[in-house]
Structure formats: C-alpha cells, structure tokens
C-alpha cells in the first residue's frame, strides 16, 4: 500500500553540508560553531540591557535575565535573585539556554509537505500560505468529522494560546505527555488521598525538612533548580536523606540510607513502611484521629505485610526496613516522602503513589513544616472572549468507562483515539503539536506512527528539526523563549509570584511566537473574537493592571512577589480543615476508587521479570541535558554528546563487554536500536539491569551535533503497562541483551508499521 505520509528529513542547502562535517563541527570550539553560520540581525538599540525572562529548558521555569553584548546581541542568561523558583541561580540547561537560540540547526521558516517528481518534500512557503493552508484543512475536518476530531498535544508555556485556540473552534482534546508520560498516576494518588494534587513546582518543603525519602526520585540528575538546592541545604544541615533507587544515583550517594531495591517492587517496601509505622504506634496519632478516614481499615490490610515478607519480594533486609521507619518517625512531621515527578513506571502507578501519599499521611507531613507546604498563586483573569462552544464528544469517548480518574487529557489516549478501530467512533483527524517530540516521547513508537498514518493534517510547530516534524504537513517555526513574550507565569510557591517573559531579542530567520500563530489562525478560522487584543504586549497590560501591576512594571523587575492572602503555610497543625474528598478527611481508605471499582487501598501485585540473559531496561536524567530536545544545543553538547549504558560488571564479564565498547540493544520484543552505545561497566547499577539517559540516539540528519550519537532508550519502549486507574503509560516492562555488531533487521516484521513510512528522504529546498 502506498503511504500517504513519508518520513521527510526537513534539510535546508546550508545545514546538508554542515550534517556532514558533523564530526569535524563537534569538535570545534562552541564560538567557531556560532561563528560558522549564524546572521544574527544587529539589533543596537538593545545594545548592553537586560531583559527578564523564565527559562523553557526545562518545567521548573526558573526566572532569568537575558543580558545582551554592545551589539545588542543575546549574550547570557542568568537567575532572577527574587525568585523563588531559582534564588538567582540557574542549573546548567538554564545557563545554556543562549546556546538553544544560536543553534544554527533551529527551523528557520515555514514548510509544507508537498510531492514533486513522486517524491514527498518539504517546501518553503510564507507563513501567509502555511496559515491559510492550516485553516483550510481544519475547517474540512470540522464539516466532514466535526470539530471535537482535532486535538492539540503540547509542552511549554506558548500551548496556553494554542489551547485557546482549539477549544474556541470546538475541541478540548489538549494533551500533554507531561501527564499520562509523567506525573499523572502521582496527581491521581494523592488527589484520591488528600483531595489535592501535587502540581509544579512541587510543594515540598525541603529545606526545612528533617528527612527525606526519595524513590526512585533522582534529584541531582533531576535538576529540578529549587529543590536540588534546598536538597543540598538539607544535607548542609546533616539530615537525613534516605535513596531507594536499584541505581546507585548522585542522590544515593548523598544519602544515609541508599537502599538497592529490586526494580518494579518499591510497592512491597511501601506497605512494609506502612506495617512498621502502624504497629509500632509511630504513627501521629492526633493528626490521623483528627484528619483521617479509614485507620482500622488500613491497619488490618497491612497487617500481614512485613518487613520479612518485603524482603523476599525487594531484597532489602528486614533490619534496614525497621530502621528507615524508625528515622522516618523520629523526624516526624518534618519528613517527606517525596511523590517524585516521573512515575508512569509498571502500571500500578497510582497505587504506590497512593502508598506514597498514605506514608505522609501517617507521619502527618501533609500541611506540616518540613512536610508539604499549602502552596499559593494568585491569578490573571483571561484576557474578555465569548464562551467556548461545547463540544458534543471527546477523546474519553474512544474509552467507554475507563479511566474516569484522569484528570487531563491523556497524550497516549488521544493517539490511541487517532487509530482507526471499527469500536469506536471517535478517531480524530487532525493534530497540532507543539513543543513535543512525540515520536521519541510517547511509548510505542509504531502506534504513534500508525495513528499518524491516519490524520488528515499534522501540524508541527517547534524550534528545532526533530523526530516528530519528519511526520508534519505543515512545519511551523517558532522562535525561541528568548525572542518572545509569553504568559505571565503565575505558578503556586511558598506565595505569590508573578513572572514576566519578554525577548531580548527579535525572532531570529522567519519564526513567530505560538501567541501570534494562535491568534493569525483564530483569524482564519472566524474566532477573532477569541483574540481581541491587538498584540501580545495589550493582552498583559490589561491583564497585569486588573491586579495593581502594568507591563512596564513588570518589564523592570521580572518578578512581582506577593503576600500570602492569609498565614497559612502550614494549615494542619489541629485547625479544622475540610479536605476535598468524599468524606472531608485524609481518605486512608480511598472511597472515590472503590466506586471506580479499584482496591480502596494498594495491593502488592507482582510484575514480569526478564527471561534469562535479558536486563531491564531502567532509563533516567541526566543534570547538563532535558530530554531529546537539548541534544543537539551546542554548549550543552559539549558538556555530555552522548548517552552510556550502565552495565554491572558481573553482567559485563558475562558478556564480556569492555568499558566504552559499542552495543546495540535489543528488547523482547525483537525491536534494536537504530545506533549503537558505548557501555559504562560499574557497580553503581544492579546486575538485572540496565541503565541510560533518556533523549539521545537522535535520528533527524538535520541535528548535526546529535545525530546517531548513543542510543534512543524510546526505540525500546514497546511494551506499554497501561495504568488502569488513570491510563498512565508504565514504560519500565521492558527487557534488552546484547549485541557488539549490528544484528540484520532493525525492526521486527510484528512490528513494522509499513515500511515505507520510515523512508527517510531528504526534505527539498528549506
Ligand atoms: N522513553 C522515554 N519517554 C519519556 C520519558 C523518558 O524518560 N523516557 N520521559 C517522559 C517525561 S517525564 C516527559 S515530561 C515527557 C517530555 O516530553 P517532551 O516535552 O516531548 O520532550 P522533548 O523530547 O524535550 O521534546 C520537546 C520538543 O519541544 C521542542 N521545543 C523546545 N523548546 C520549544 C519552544 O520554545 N517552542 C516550541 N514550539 N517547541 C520547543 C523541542 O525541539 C522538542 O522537539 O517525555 C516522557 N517520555
Ligand atoms: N536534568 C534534567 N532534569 C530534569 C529533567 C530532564 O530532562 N533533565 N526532566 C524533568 C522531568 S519532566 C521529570 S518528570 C523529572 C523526572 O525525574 P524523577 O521523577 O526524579 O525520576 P525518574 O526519571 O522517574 O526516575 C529515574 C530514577 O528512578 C530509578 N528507578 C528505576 N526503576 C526503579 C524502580 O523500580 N524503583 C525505584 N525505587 N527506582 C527506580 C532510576 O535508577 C533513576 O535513578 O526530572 C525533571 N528534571
Ligand atoms: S531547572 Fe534549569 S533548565 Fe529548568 S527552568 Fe530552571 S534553569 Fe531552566
Ligand atoms: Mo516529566
């Protein structure tokens, strides 16, 4: 069957060349590297300024200023001292951000997909053509599907306006794989238990802690900014710290207690704390009596999971158990066990997130100093705009009774939804994805592949030539955070904040902001009315005036801090408090999952375990890099080119495998890496399994530093454990061995979406 869709490579005259110097280019100094291509436009009225900003190398958003050279030029990024978020100092992505704006690679101006010769290119177009192609298109999916079968996946500040947008034509399909790929199973959890999320940053109060529990939560790596520092206050202050991660992580070894757990059984460890807390009475008594639901319940679920009994499952020994409770109560209320961020791991997610969530409770940490804070934000009202249409249908549809516990749109759901399938009419036809690599983000690359296949129109708008644009009918180029304005990030902290974002710069080649795409398709699409303001910088001011500030206020300071509305930072100290669960109290017992027909309390259930000379695959961060999208940027590029894979030594001499030696991996289910990547043989990893960064291996010629350079831990993520809660993708099932030359096939036959489809052509002129 002839593709409809091939895989194009978006290549422009110049970067062809300069993919092939690949090898020569990545040695060369980071200046010569800018020197070689950039025409940066000479912009002397901003000449030696400063220009507040908040970061978009990564989720935390840390607030910044953009200094700029003599010429006007964006010369280095540094932390906003009145932010809560950084105090004035940026992690290493952050300081690199300036390398993301230079990078010579970035897409420069709009495409589309168009054949010549019978051969599937990319053509320049203005943004006037790509606009009113765009617009054509979704109007033909609304009259022939509807609006409610076009959706958004997005991550990053500039998908608000994006949102608006495909929720004023009629969809609220918006997807981000930060909650289904990510955090979702831990907002589940913890809403079921304490009728709040947890949300970003996270409300852990760190710093004042006197211990702290992190599972596989691997801060440090993690450079989540603001609580790697009141992490490193923490150890200053010779607290305790206690690690369990199979890993033997930078957290591990900062840590008193590092516990080498046996992957996938953190769950029996949980309820065995939970045993030990309840039957040596170190539990708060006052708090659970005043706050919580279901205490005899939990004690007699628990009763028979001991230490002993969590040994045999987590090979952790009863003893070390016994003495993590007892510093856990001793240093009660003042400890956390943190929730962590990436948890979509074997399925049970959101049981041993409840498990998580029901340990704080225990040890009255929720509401308490030292414990988790009562967060707080102040917000903006929206810009006046008529109501949004109600749309008659929406992904949930394709999912009959499930997962009715999420709370967001699931990435993974929508893409599932976009699959053909004779049970279920709801396939949507039209995506627009923003500031996601879906292709190296989603589990199960061929599925993301085959609901591709089955779109109308897939819209991409990014900085950078990624996995993802190969797939687009029309490729928008945004600028980078450092050339625009944004939202105002008002996110919940210790109190209020506001940040401004503003460029430093102008857009650089032909990009455009997501506000300005967003508000010129409104336009096309008869919803101008959703965006009345003039520009950007008229919708803040309005905004920022309601509340006592301006623009130009903010345009000097960058962060606005605000009082606390009341003196309640720690609210649970015997204050009455009506939670927002069924019952009003701490649920110990959940009553919102018996009704869904879920165990109201966590159930240890076992996972597969890999067949014999197979290794699970255990995958993570790593601090100088943020997932596939910071590969290629050159000075963070020249901190670390490529990821490693961390091979116990027994299971090296085994293999005999040399350290820096290449491999390819493959997983059970036949699937092998497209490159290979080097082993790092240490004792730092358990020997059933095996360890490497997330974001590399990169497949897109157009990168030419990331390029082939390690392995892509995604290509083996095929086995998906779907969380039946909440429909969080687990993606740590997955077993690999060895190969030290290129085994023949790369992709199973089972697994071939149409072979055609992954042509990987050269794109036309760019
Ligand atoms: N195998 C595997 N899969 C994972 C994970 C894993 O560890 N392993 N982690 C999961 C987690 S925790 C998360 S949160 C998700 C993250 O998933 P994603 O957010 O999809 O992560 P990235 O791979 O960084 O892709 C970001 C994309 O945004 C583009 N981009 C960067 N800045 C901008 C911008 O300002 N504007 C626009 N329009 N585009 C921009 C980048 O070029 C890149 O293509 O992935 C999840 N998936
Ligand atoms: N530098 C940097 N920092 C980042 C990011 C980034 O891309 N780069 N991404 C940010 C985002 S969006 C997220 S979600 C967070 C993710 O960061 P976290 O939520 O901290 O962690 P994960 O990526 O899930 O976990 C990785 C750790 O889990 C361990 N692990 C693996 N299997 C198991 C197991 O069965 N049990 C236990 N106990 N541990 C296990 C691994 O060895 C590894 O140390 O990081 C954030 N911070
Ligand atoms: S933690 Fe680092 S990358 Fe993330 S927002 Fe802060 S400075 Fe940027
Ligand atoms: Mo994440």
Redesign the pocket.
């Known amino acids: 069957m002839k593709t409809r869709r091939e895989f194009i490579k978006v290549s422009t005259i110049g970067v062809g060349s300069l993919a092939a110097a690949g090898g020569l280019l990545s040695s060369l100094p980071i200046k010569d590297i800018f020197g070689q291509s950039q025409k940066v436009e000479n912009n002397k009225s901003n000449a030696n300024k400063q220009f507040p900003t908040y970061c978009?190398i990564c989720f935390w958003q840390c607030a910044a200023w953009v200094q700029t050279d003599e010429n006007g030029e964006i010369k280095s990024v540094t932390g906003n001292v009145d932010d809560p978020h950084c105090n004035g100092r940026l992690c290493p992505r952050g300081t690199a951000g300036v390398g993301?704006y230079k990078d010579e690679d970035r897409l420069k101006n709009p495409k589309i997909r168009t054949t010549v010769n019978g051969k599937q290119v990319f053509k320049d177009v203005t943004w006037e053509e790509a606009l009113d192609y765009i617009a054509v298109k979704m109007k033909k999916i609304k009259v022939e599907h509807g609006a409610e079968c076009t959706a958004l996946f997005t991550?990053?500040s500039?998908g608000k306006f994006l949102g608006h947008l495909l929720q004023a034509f009629g969809s609220t399909n918006i997807a981000a794989?930060?909650y289904a790929?990510?955090r979702g199973p831990r907002e589940v959890g913890f809403i079921a238990t304490f009728g709040a999320g947890i949300g970003s940053p996270e409300p852990t109060d760190i710093r004042n802690s006197r211990c702290l529990v992190l599972i596989g939560s691997h801060i440090g790596e993690n450079m989540h900014n603001g609580q790697v520092q009141e992490m490193s206050d923490m150890i200053r202050n010779n607290a305790t710290i206690i690690t369990v991660d199979p890993r033997f992580s930078t957290a591990a070894s900062k840590s008193k207690y590092w516990l080498p757990i046996k992957p996938a059984t953190d769950l029996a460890l949980l309820l065995a704390w939970i045993h030990e807390i309840i039957y040596n009475d170190y539990y708060d008594k006052a708090y659970i009596e005043k706050y919580a639901h279901g205490f005899a319940e939990l004690k007699e679920h628990v009763k028979n999971y001991t230490p002993e009994w969590a040994y045999g499952i987590t090979t952790i020994e009863p003893h070390v158990i016994r003495e993590t409770a007892r510093e856990m109560r001793n240093a009660s209320p003042s400890v956390i066990i943190h929730p962590g961020?990436?948890v979509t791991w074997y399925g049970d997610d959101t049981q041993r997130l409840r498990a998580v969530a029901i340990l704080n409770a225990l040890l009255g940490s929720w509401g308490r100093r030292g414990g988790f804070y009562n967060p707080e934000s102040l917000h903006l009202p929206n810009f006046p705009a008529p109501k949004y249409p109600k749309p008659n249908r929406d992904w949930r549809d394709a999912f009959p009774g499930k997962f009715n516990l999420a709370g967001l749109a699931l990435a993974s759901g929508v893409c599932d939804a976009t699959v053909p399938s004779i049970t279920r009419d709801c396939n949507i036809k039209g995506w627009i994805v923003?500031?996601?690599?879906?292709i190296?983000?989603?589990?199960d690359q061929a599925n993301t592949i085959k609901a591709i296949e089955a779109l109308d129109l897939l819209v991409v708008?990014?900085?950078?030539p990624?996995e993802?644009t190969g797939y687009a009918d029309v490729i928008l180029p945004?600028c980078?955070?450092l050339e625009r304005y944004d939202e105002i990030r008002t996110s919940a902290h210790r109190f209020p904040t506001f940040a401004l974002r503003m460029p430093a710069h102008a857009p650089l080649y032909d990009s455009k902001p997501?506000w300005w795409i967003a508000k010129e398709l409104g336009n096309r699409l008869g919803l101008s009315d959703y965006f009345a303001y003039k520009d950007i910088e008229e919708m803040l001011d309005w905004q920022l005036k309601s509340v006592g500030s301006s623009l130009e206020e903010m345009q000097k300071i960058g962060v606005k801090k605000f009082d606390r509305e009341e003196d309640n930072l720690y609210s649970l100290n015997g204050e009455d408090y009506e939670f927002n669960t069924n019952t009003g109290k701490i649920e110990l017992y959940s009553t919102a999952l018996e009704e869904e027909g879920f165990d109201p309390m966590p159930k240890y259930t076992a996972h597969p375990e890999p067949e014999a000379g197979f290794y699970r695959l255990n995958?993570?961060r790593a601090p100088m890099h943020?997932?596939?999208?910071t590969a290629n940027n050159p000075q963070l590029f020249e901190l670390m080119e490529e990821n490693v894979v961390w091979v116990n030594p027994k299971i090296a001499e085994e293999w005999s495998l040399a350290n820096g030696q290449e491999v390819w991996l493959e997983n059970q289910d036949g699937v092998v890496t497209e490159f290979p990547i080097k082993v790092r043989v240490t004792e730092r990893i358990r020997f059933d399994s095996v360890y490497m960064v997330?974001?590399f291996g990169h497949s897109k010629k157009q990168l030419s530093r990331a390029y082939g350079r390690g392995a892509s831990?995604?290509q083996l993520?095929t086995r998906v454990m779907l969380d039946p809660i909440m429909g969080g993708t687990g993606?740590r099932g997955n077993f690999v061995t060895f190969h030290t030359s290129k085994p023949e096939k790369t992709v199973p036959d089972s697994r071939k979406v149409e072979s055609s489809k992954l042509v990987k052509e050269e794109g036309g002129k760019a």
């Open positions: 978009e993301m991550h990053g500039g794989p930060s790929q990510c961020r990436h923003n500031g996601t690599n879906l190296e983000t989603l589990p708008i990014d900085t950078m990624m993802i945004e980078t955070y997501d995958y993570g943020t997932f596939s999208r997330h974001g831990d995604t993520v993606m």
